[in-house]
């Protein structure tokens, strides 16, 4: 079969053949139909993601850990987790029995597999409960997750939407898919902090935030009130991590503010995740929810890899 084949970590995976997966007790083979890139499968590839090491030892190694793709009787699944050295950028896979679930009928595939960035949106309802009329910070707007997460927080009924990005083009397109204040972050520290005040009006209720790092430091900074007072609750739940992996939170950022940090898997349980899932599914198929998505074929799969200008769009694989 063709496969997309990383030789070394560090390396940029190429089209070549590779030997086709064979299903072992309990294994299934995957026809693969869709597979998102992203930033966490580059990282694993660089190797400056923690799940490196599991890569290392299973070189030459095919890249992406999940997709969408066909069970050997038709049926159309999102799977995760095939067995290394196979992993999902190739023609076919392998996974265990059970490490798949049916794709609802009329999502396309290469919807499918970019739908899971849009469940993480809805985070803002299962960790933070976001009620209808509250205002949304989305921190981290013009990237793919940050885009849909916009989006989902006018389905889910925000009344206002403040969204941040690094390019005032980009955060032009944000506004015009719904938010309704735009922040450029790539400014001094201190610009940056009035910026977060002067678009907060009554105050942030939900922070959807896949930045963390120096941005989302400067922004609870900035919430501190000046002045003895009564902070209003800010409910910040953390997504993602892409201006940085850590960032200093001074005592008084909580003390003082008001603000309340979930991670994003908090309020998630079986009946919660099955909901979040079938609001973006309903969503998807009403076309209500839009998802940007740029097709590549597996054999263009060296190019794709090293593309920086998708600017809000999900590289999608198509073997
Ligand atoms: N928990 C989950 O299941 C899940 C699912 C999807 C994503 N995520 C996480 O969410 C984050 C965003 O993912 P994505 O796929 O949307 O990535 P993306 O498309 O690359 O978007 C990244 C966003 O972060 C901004 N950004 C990048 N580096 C920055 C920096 N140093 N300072 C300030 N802003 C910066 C980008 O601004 P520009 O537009 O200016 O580049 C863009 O708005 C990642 O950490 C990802 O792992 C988590």
């Not at 992993?87 to 999502?107: N, R």
Request: cysteine-free; charged content about 25%.
């Amino acid at each position: 079969m063709k496969a997309a084949v990383l030789h070394e970590v560090g390396g940029i995976p190429r089209y070549e053949d590779f030997p086709d997966p064979v299903p072992g007790d309990g294994e299934v083979i995957i026809d693969v139909k869709a597979v998102a890139v992203e930033n966490v499968e580059k990282a694993i590839a660089a190797g400056t993601h923690y799940a490196a090491e599991k890569y290392i030892g299973h070189l030459p190694v095919i890249p992406a850990f999940d997709g969408i793709g066909a069970l050997p009787d038709g049926t159309l699944v999102g799977f995760g987790n095939p067995r290394l050295p196979y992993g999902a950028l190739a023609e076919k896979t392998v996974v265990a029995e059970g490490s798949y679930m049916p794709i609802p009928d009329g999502i396309d595939p290469s919807v499918a597999t970019v739908m899971a960035s849009a469940i993480t949106a809805m985070s803002m309802s299962t960790a933070a409960v976001l009620a209808p009329g509250e205002t949304v910070l989305v921190q981290g707007a013009t990237g793919v997750a940050g885009r849909l997460a916009v989006k989902v927080a006018r389905l889910l009924g925000a009344g206002r939407i403040v969204a941040t990005g690094r390019d005032d083009d980009r955060l032009r397109e944000v506004r015009d898919i719904g938010a309704d204040t735009v922040i450029n972050t790539a400014v001094p520290d201190e610009a940056l902090a009035q910026a977060y005040l002067d678009a907060r009006g009554d105050g942030y209720d939900v922070v959807a935030d896949y930045l963390w790092g120096r941005p989302t430091q400067i922004l609870l900074s900035a919430l501190k009130p000046r002045t003895f007072a009564f902070g209003k609750p800010t409910r910040v739940v953390q997504i993602g991590e892409s201006a940085g992996a850590g960032l200093a939170l001074a005592a008084a950022s909580l003390r003082t503010s008001g603000v309340e940090i979930y991670g994003a898997s908090k309020g998630l349980d079986p009946q919660t995740m099955d909901e979040a899932y079938r609001r973006i599914v309903a969503w998807t198929r009403s076309g209500e929810l839009t998802y940007d998505v740029e097709k590549v074929p597996l054999r263009d799969i060296e190019a794709a890899w090293q593309r920086t200008d998708l600017k809000g769009r999900r590289l999608v694989v198509i073997p």
